[in-house]
């Protein structure tokens, strides 16, 4: 597809197991992102990966959480022994690189983390 | 500190007519872009206006405009000729070049368009 895809789009675990959630950005975007939205509250910025650079992990909540980008497009976000909180609906971005400032982020639908 | 804040909560409007809803930013970079999104219901993150620190006008989509004071650090989306179909979560986000073009997201307006 033209877009960007994130899977599962809805999981459901219990607490204490690890969920592992992909993002496949749109073709040629070197920047991809995630986010974190708990219900009715904003985003909460969790990890920004800009081609082959060490990636921006100042948002990453705990040590529980991790991500990794394998040949600068698919992204995994990856929650070890996942607690209640961790509850949320968890977006991810692509875009452009080269554009300064300007270049919009492109998101997906999001993927849904219900923990038990 | 908060980069970008949203004072309004929510908002209500009367449908046909204008908005107008409230984003302020902090940063001491000079190059730096603000963006508004709507987040509908269904979830999607839809992407409305851009205006840029350098644009010397004011940014424009069709019913979308963007009220830019950089003096005052304020960016106001301003939406013309409501619609019902506006009901939205709106979110005002800004990037900034030194800090890595890090996306900063506000806390969100929420407007409902009354029929």
């Known amino acids: 597809g033209a877009g960007v895809s994130q899977s599962p789009s809805n999981k459901v675990t219990e607490k204490g197991k690890d969920v592992e959630l992909r993002c496949d950005p749109i073709?040629?975007?070197?920047?991809l992102y995630w986010y974190r939205q708990s219900l009715g509250q904003g985003l909460e910025f969790l990890i920004y990966?800009?081609?082959?650079?060490?990636?921006?992990k100042s948002g990453l909540p705990s040590d529980r959480f991790s991500a990794e980008r394998t040949g600068g497009s698919v992204s995994t976000l990856t929650i070890q022994r996942t607690q209640q909180e961790d509850s949320a609906v968890y977006l991810c971005a692509s875009s452009l690189a080269g554009q300064g400032v300007a270049g919009e982020l492109f998101f997906g639908e999001g993927s849904r983390l219900t923990v038990l | 500190a908060q980069k970008i804040t949203q004072t309004q909560p929510g908002m209500f409007v009367q449908e046909k007519e204008a908005v107008t809803l409230d984003c302020t930013y902090d940063t001491s970079d000079p190059s730096y872009g603000l963006f508004w999104y709507k987040q509908p219901s269904s979830g999607e993150m839809i992407f409305l206006i851009y205006q840029g620190s350098y644009d010397q006008q004011n940014a424009t989509e069709g019913r979308y405009s963007l009220n830019f004071q950089k003096a005052r650090k304020s960016a106001n989306l301003v939406i013309s000729a409501s619609q019902l179909g506006d009901s939205a979560m709106y979110f005002c986000a800004m990037r900034e070049v030194s800090y890595g073009q890090n996306f900063v997201f506000g806390p969100g307006t929420r407007l409902s368009v009354l029929p």
């Open positions: 990966f800009q081609g082959n650079s060490a990636p921006d």
């Open positions: 073709s040629g975007h070197t920047a």
